[in-house]
């Protein structure tokens, strides 16, 4: 527990890394205001991440309002030896496309930008990705490499309805 200005405030369980910062402008009569949007990705390594994406009129806000948003959309998967997927997916999410494969035990994780946050956040170790759409946009890949992940989801359900 932190004391900040008489208040309690629990300390977060999930690691977290900003995905994104950005400035963003929205013209009113007399000028411009600006404010920023912020994607912070949270997980524990364990098997549970989020993604949060919220606007604030300064930085600090807006990261602290993407991680409160981003610990209210975790997901949970189960990881195959508590290292990797139990095999090849792809998933697309808007113009992202994301294909992931599971390696061999000391393989390590193979991936670049967005995904590469998000994989390691969950707590794959040995794992190959690949952005294969055409976007370069930070927030449509990790939302693309979450929706891969949730496939893993629903398979597990399925599996323990059948037995």
Do not use: W
């Not at 208040?7 to 411009?32: D, F």
């Not at 393989?107 to 294969?132: F, P, Q, T, W, Y």
Request: positive net charge; aromatic residues 4%.
């Amino acid at each position: 527990m932190i004391r900040r200005n008489e208040k309690l405030v629990k300390k977060s369980e999930y690691k977290e890394k900003v995905l994104e910062i950005r400035r963003v402008t929205r013209v009113m009569a007399g000028g411009k205001r600006f404010s920023f949007r912020a994607a912070v990705v949270v997980g524990d390594e364990k098997g549970r991440v989020g993604l949060g994406v919220a606007k604030g009129l300064d930085v600090a806000a807006a990261v602290q309002k993407a991680k409160r948003q981003a610990e209210k959309n975790i997901i949970r998967i189960l990881l195959k030896d508590g290292r990797t997927i139990p095999y090849d997916a792809e998933a697309k999410f808007g113009a992202a496309l994301v294909r992931i494969k599971p390696c061999k035990s000391g393989h390590g994780l193979i991936a670049g930008g967005a995904a590469r946050v998000v994989l390691e956040l969950v707590g794959v170790k040995d794992i190959s990705a690949k952005i294969m759409g055409r976007t370069k946009n930070k927030i449509a890949n990790a939302e693309a490499t979450i929706k891969v992940l949730k496939l893993f989801i629903k398979n597990e359900v399925i599996v323990k309805e059948k037995e």
